[in-house]
């Protein structure tokens, strides 16, 4: 008797269901990354003017952190519900909906990183004619990108997985596959749907970890090369002679 498919079976693990679901998976995953990457580049294009805003004037730093606090604690459900009004039932509702989500993150990061700049840098720039805006894009922000990047990461990897909620109204990429298996509960979809995901949120936070090492070289640390045996002894020697 031939063994079953395992599909049939409903089996975790099937090759037999990544092969003949590789275009479904494969427009899946390309729909989350693009809402994924909109929506963190939206979201940085957006809490960076509000950041400078805190910063610059610090009656608003209140009002802008506790708000980008508040829309984060908004459930998913009940912000997509309030943006429906707005964009109907589109990508663009997602999106804004997961751009809200990343300010708390970016904003308070940003600020983190503009503040932490050390005062020396700014008197120096000062001392050389610097006015504010070129101080901000030549001194203050390269010193802060380590704080802003850590930021850009978390963000990245929390969108990665709020995309799925998109799956409500239909545009949630690999959260998508998943809402379709669970009725039925098709191991193989949610399993393979879920491990693509933890992926994209691994390879997006290792390629913004090597960006982060590309664009501030200064923070490696290289370690001293330890001296060799024979170079200690005779350091050790002549101390002793010398005493």
Not at 18 to 35: G, K
Not at 93 to 103: A, D, E, P
Request: contains cysteine.
């Amino acid at each position: 008797m031939s063994e079953q498919s395992c599909l049939a079976t409903n089996d975790w693990i099937c090759g037999e269901y990544l092969r003949s679901r590789s275009q479904e998976l494969t427009d899946a995953t390309v729909q989350h990354i693009w809402i994924t990457v909109a929506s963190v580049l939206i979201g940085l294009a957006v809490a960076f003017p509000l950041a400078l805003l805190a910063r610059r004037h610090k009656r608003f730093a209140g009002p802008v952190l506790g708000l980008t606090t508040v829309l984060y604690t908004v459930p998913s459900l009940a912000m997509f519900s309030l943006l429906l009004p707005l964009f109907g039932l589109s990508a663009a509702l997602v999106v804004t909906g997961l751009v809200l989500y990343s300010l708390t993150i970016l904003v308070r990061n940003i600020l983190a990183g503009l503040e932490a700049v050390p005062e020396e840098a700014r008197e120096a720039a000062r001392g050389m004619g610097y006015g504010s805006w070129r101080m901000l894009w030549e001194v203050e922000l390269p010193l802060s990108l380590p704080a802003l990047m850590a930021g850009v990461r978390i963000a990245t990897v929390s969108t990665v997985a709020l995309t799925t909620v998109g799956s409500i109204v239909g545009r949630g990429g690999l959260g998508n596959l998943i809402e379709d298996a669970l009725p039925t509960f098709f191991k193989a979809q949610v399993l393979a749907a879920s491990v693509l995901c933890v992926l994209l949120a691994l390879v997006a936070d290792l390629l913004l970890l090597g960006l982060q090492r590309l664009l501030t070289p200064w923070t490696r640390v290289t370690r001293a090369r330890p001296e060799p045996r024979t170079a200690r002894i005779r350091k050790t020697s002549a101390a002793v002679e010398a005493g």
